[in-house]
């Protein structure tokens, strides 16, 4: 596809065994014999959260956050929260007539982030968010530090300085009210269903139970801000590329773009399928054993399971798998989206809050979009189309394919020509 970012090789590790193809990808991240292993870069941030867990701790850690993320909750805030925090967000860039994409998204998903986290933001004003969105930018680029471009112990130096900032500004009360609650909760005085519902109040509700210290808590909380913004926020971008190379091609569906949201979400689960939030997971044998693929592997052998191949098999998404064709049929029970939000041990938390729920086809209910597509149908309605005069750029502090910058002109257009969706 011409435009898209450049994706580099990362040459700093020893050749790894390979596992590539669908059901072979599928079957490693599955197998509780290979430990995840992408992450150690950055252990200030990284640590003992549940991405980096394995075995007994991580089936612990992950049972008691997961209840968190019922599918009810997924429904409620795309109901509820989502359409506010969305329009209160837009509004400010329509009074602009401009954003950048990436930086947009994770504005818009801070407010998901926070809430999700455990994250009180008492003022609700601009520069609180703008604090927020800072630490949580570089708590990104802590968890991404393997793929980073930039001098390591730099990046972990900023990240130590930011979490120790977080901690004071906005997680010490936080948790302080939370205590409070719990306190409360546990004489009686207040029923559990009053408490709130995020990681934070889970963790200190727990923290016996699960060995929690402050700095675990702080680790852990800080992971789902960036867990919950990052990958959102790049892979709007990535869709809005998709869509609008995909109008240039086919003008035929630019309305259709703006008026039929399965369309659009079917859309965007394609542009998911073939960019996803790393091409690549890595991990480590924890015992001699044989790959899906009959490759022997030794315990402490590094495994790369290559996400993207997976998404591109043939057999399974047809001939034309490498481009973007949501029309496409694909094969009876592989999602729409490959296998971009992981599967098996460390499945992704935020795949119906982000993707939404199921494949929008076959189907007269009203569809659950997810926030990608939602924040996408709001952007088509207020005619964002790329800017002319400032061209998307490449993020090149990063090895993964992203947009660092991706100029778009919002609100009714003026004297400038679209160049696309709103032709
Ligand atoms: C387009 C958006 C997203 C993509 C593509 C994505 C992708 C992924 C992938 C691939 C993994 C598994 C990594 C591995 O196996 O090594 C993962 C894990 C995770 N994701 Fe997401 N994610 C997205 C959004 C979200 C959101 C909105 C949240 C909300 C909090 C979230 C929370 C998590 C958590 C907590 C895990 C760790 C699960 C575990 O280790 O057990 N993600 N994500």
New binding site residues.
Partial sequence: MSGQPIRFCSESMNAPAKVTGYQHAHTA?CDRRLV?S?YGECDVLMERV??T?HGEP?ACR?AI?WKLFRRDFARYYEREVYPVTLAQTLAAYLDQGRLDLPEFGFRV?IN??AD?AGIDRPEGSESETDALVAFTRKFSEGATLFHSTREKEVVRQEVADALAQFNTRFLTPSKRRREAILEKVARGMQSEDQAPRDILTVLLANRDDQDLNDDMILREVA??MQ??AH??A??LTHAFHELEQWSEAHPEDRIRLKTDDRFLQRCVHES?RLH???PV?WREASESFSLPDGTPVAAGDSVLID?MSANLETSLFGQDAASFNPNREVANRIPTFG????IG???????D???GLGNAKDSDEAPHLG??TNLLKSLLQHDARPDPARPPVADTATERPNWGSYPLLVGAPQSVQSTGLTR
């Fill in positions: 991240l995840q992408m549940l991405l867990l991580h992950r956050e998903n998901l982030s999700i992971f789902f867990a919950g990958s959102s790049n892979a998911l996803p939030a790393s997971a996400l296998l971009t939000f992981g041990i460390h499945t992704c938390f935020g795949r809050i982000a993707g926030t990608l």
